[in-house]
């Protein structure tokens, strides 16, 4: 059957020649079309309750795509007429931005920043800068009297006066986020002169930066391609041969990425590093191809006989190994995530694409090497490779194997420890796809310094039942108090703020400011007070309809622990609920929507991973027909798994969106080493009738280099991610690269011993 595929193919390699070269011109065109613009969109889980709640109310209440710019003067205060002039220029400015939602703008400047005051004849406010400002000395001194009198101080000018914010939201549409932050920094750059300082927060911010740091990417793609194709010389000895593998490696990235447009798949932060990942695997099968036909030229064979002997010697194997890979890349889409679900789709398209690259147009190709072509002797068959295959070779002797079958088992018992201290989420502060030193985290710590402001809000739906005005019920407006109450005692939350604040507050205005009376009233009347003060800030505190009344928990970080804990606690307080009248609903706020991820990727990991070992699994089961051969193979591939969580925990990295699609990658890679050796192995004992360590010492002349040489060549090229600008890339790197080594090893050492432990030979 393989065999007259073959013939089919180089019987008509020239006319399936011209149609690839046609197709490749195609894609090279289209690639322009790819959209690299990630949206705030790709990245929720759109079924999660947290995200329901969010898209039923962002339109209210506001997206959890904020902008936070922070301006600080030179002369060391905001209150001056220069500041102020160019604080209300700020303002303007970013009111005015494409994008923003105007009503939801915030500064000292707008109308929505107030003060109140309790004097003799009963109130006074009104806005902190009135409409008439024009700079004396006299309005700056009421400015900053009106600021310390209002609840905004510290929360929208800073502790010492030396900054203020200008705050808005951006509109819930599909935004252009890489030109939102190239405007954002232009708006920097207009203001930050004469030593004057602007900070800048928020999604679209930090996606930009991301977008720009990301193309270092194509940096480190070439510089892959440069070190892979040297080391490939260095490893065959022959031009012709390096130049088939990395030709024939690019080609199914150039189709993935002219086909991408075509299945509404572009490239984002996270899916950028996929090409890469295809490149490197194509490469390992390449060099598996290259090798069999080198070894049938050398033994005499013309290069279209060649060509068809390794392909039909390497059909099985290869395809399995590369459907194994397609498989590993499609479960991830399990996670209900878009984003991650677009990284699945995009390396599984780019693998099927392999299958015609690898076991069609590269077999081509050797086929048309011309006849006097010559070869030097390739590290393949050097006396260093011989060397280490006869050492190699006496793990079969029993004193070896049971060291190091003792020696796996301690690895598998300290890593199965180790992981469970693994965590989910974020472990670090900040945006952790940046390093700690990029701009934007160092914008997010000056700001989280300077103001008694969060950055990292939780907010939650408080949905009150009534006919009218509802949320003027006493007993609905004393358990709000006492959830904002309970929750203010976490000590991972710094503050909180709801309608209930604001109706003790307004009521101990209306009792001469008397701190006794700091309390909520115990008549509707005294409430609705609180509650018609609360209408001049528009949405903040309430809807239309008082029916749903948001309030907002901001925390000193967003680290997956400080979430679980403030989670915990409103599932607690929401148990001792006693009014039927009330139902707190989770959840808005960038945390939130971490706190939803966190959960979908959570609730994802078991699954993926057994879909990833059932399915790798299964694919063995049928190529080798072996329940223990199949058992053989994947324990090694779980030992790996194992370990690279142990890895995460040693490096501190948890698992999230960026993360968890490495171990499938790991594992749909790393599975190929093991087939390509085995099938080998398997085709000795069953054929040829040699003995386990015979076969397993010809199968490693035969391809071990090869493996030996991806492994670590690929690692090598992922390694040097450690020095990419993006934090998660270099995360990624670390892990992607030890899985490729340690998946190398226990190819080598820890499957053959396995098959003979499990005495595989005896049932051949």
């Known amino acids: 059957m393989v065999d007259k595929i073959a013939d089919t193919i180089l019987a008509n390699r020239a006319t399936l020649l011209f149609l690839l070269a046609v197709f490749t011109i195609f894609c090279l065109f289209s690639v322009k079309q790819i959209n690299t613009n990630p949206g705030f969109e790709k990245t929720l889980p759109a079924a999660h309750p947290y995200i329901e709640t969010f898209y039923e109310y ?76 024009s700079g004396t000395e006299e309005q700056i001194k009421e400015i900053r009297k009106n600021v310390i009198k209002s609840n905004w101080n510290g929360r929208i000018v800073s502790k010492d006066g030396t900054q203020a914010l200008v705050l808005a939201s951006l ?59 040297v080391f490939t010389r260095i490893y065959t000895r022959s031009w012709a041969i390096t130049s088939y593998v990395s030709f024939s490696s690019l080609i199914p990235v150039v189709w993935l990425l002219g086909l991408m447009p075509y299945f509404g798949l572009g490239l984002d932060p996270l899916s950028v590093l996929v090409p890469f990942l295809i490149f490197a695997i194509a490469v390992s099968h390449a060099v598996q191809m290259t090798n069999a036909w080198k070894l049938e030229v050398l033994s005499g064979g013309k290069s279209k006989r060649a060509a068809k ?83 190699l070779s006496y793990i079969f002797r029993d004193k070896y194997t049971y060291i190091l079958l003792l020696f796996f088992s301690l690895l598998f018992i300290s890593g199965s420890f180790i992981m469970k201290d693994v965590q989910i989420g974020e472990l670090s502060s900040g945006v952790s796809e940046l390093k700690s030193d990029s701009r934007y985290n160092l914008d997010r710590r000056e700001i989280v310094e300077a103001y008694d402001f969060a950055i990292d809000n939780f907010k939650v739906i408080a949905e009150i039942k009534g006919e ?101 606690d409103i599932s607690k ?29 959570e609730s994802s990991e078991p699954l993926v991973n057994l879909a990833l070992f059932s399915s790798v699994g299964f694919l063995c089961l049928c190529m080798f027909r072996s329940l223990l051969i199949s058992l053989a193979i994947m324990i090694p591939l779980l030992l790996v798994t194992i370990w690279c969580n142990a890895l995460m925990v040693f490096l501190n990295i948890g698992v999230k969106m960026n993360t968890l699609p490495v171990i499938a990658l790991g594992v749909a890679v790393g599975v190929d080493y093991s087939i390509y050796l085995f099938e080998r192995m398997y085709h000795y004992m069953k054929n040829e009738k040699l003995s386990l360590s015979s076969s397993y010492l010809e199968s490693l002349r035969q391809r071990g280099s090869a493996s030996i040489f991806t492994a670590l060549v690929t690692s090598f090229a992922v390694f040097m991610w450690y020095f990419s600008e993006l934090k998660f890339q270099q995360d990624m790197g670390l892990l992607l690269g030890f899985m490729f080594v340690f998946n190398l090893i226990v190819a080598i050492i820890l499957v053959p011993l396995l098959l003979k432990f499990f005495n595989i030979r005896r049932s051949l």
């Open 171 to 229: 509109q819930n549409k599909e935004l252009d986020v890489k030109r939102v932050s190239e405007d954002l920094e232009k708006i920097r750059n207009k203001y930050e002169i004469n030593g004057d300082e602007i900070y800048i927060l928020g999604f679209s911010k930090a996606v930009g930066d991301v977008i720009k740091a990301a193309k270092s990417v194509l940096a480190f793609f070439v510089l892959a391609f440069l070190v892979i194709t």
């Open 309 to 391: 002997q390794a392909f039909v010697e390497l059909f099985l194997p290869g395809s399995v190994a590369l459907l194994a890979n397609a498989v590993g890349f499609f479960v991830i889409a399990l996670v209900d995530i878009k984003a991650v679900r677009e990284l699945a789709f995009t390396a599984t398209i780019g693998v099927s694409l392999m299958v015609v690259s690898n076991k069609l147009f590269l077999p081509i190709l050797l086929s048309y090497c011309p006849a006097n072509i010559k070869f030097s002797e390739s590290l393949n068959s050097s006396k260093y490779f011989e060397f280490l295959w006869d050492k």
């Open 468 to 568: 009218e005005s509802p949320c003027l019920n006493p007993e609905v407006m004393k358990t709000l108090e006492r959830f904002e109450f309970f929750i203010f005692q976490n000590p991972n939350v710094m503050a909180v703020e709801g309608m209930a604040g604001i109706v003790k507050k307004i009521n101990q205005a209306y009792s001469e400011d008397f701190i006794k009376w700091r309390t909520v009233p115990s008549n509707s009347i005294q409430i609705a007070q609180g509650v018609g003060y609360a209408t001049r800030l528009g949405n903040t505190y309430m809807n239309t309809e008082c029916s749903a009344l948001p309030v907002s928990i901001f925390l000193h970080d967003r680290k997956a622990k400080t979430i679980e804990s403030v989670i915990s």
């Open 58 to 133: 962002r339109e209210v209440f506001g997206s959890a795509n904020r902008l936070v710019v922070s301006y600080k003067p030179s002369n060391g205060t905001i209150y001056n007429e220069k500041s102020l002039k160019t604080l209300k220029k700020l303002t303007d400015e970013i009111f005015y931005f494409e994008g923003v939602e105007r009503s939801s703008v915030t500064s000292l400047f707008t109308t929505n920043v107030r003060y109140i005051e309790v004097v003799e004849d009963g109130f006074r406010g009104g806005n902190i800068i009135s409409a008439n400002f």
């Open 573 to 601: 307080f929401k148990s001792t609920m006693t009014t039927d009248k009330l139902n707190i609903r989770l959840a808005l706020g960038n945390v939130g929507v971490s706190a939803s991820r966190n959960e979908v990727i």
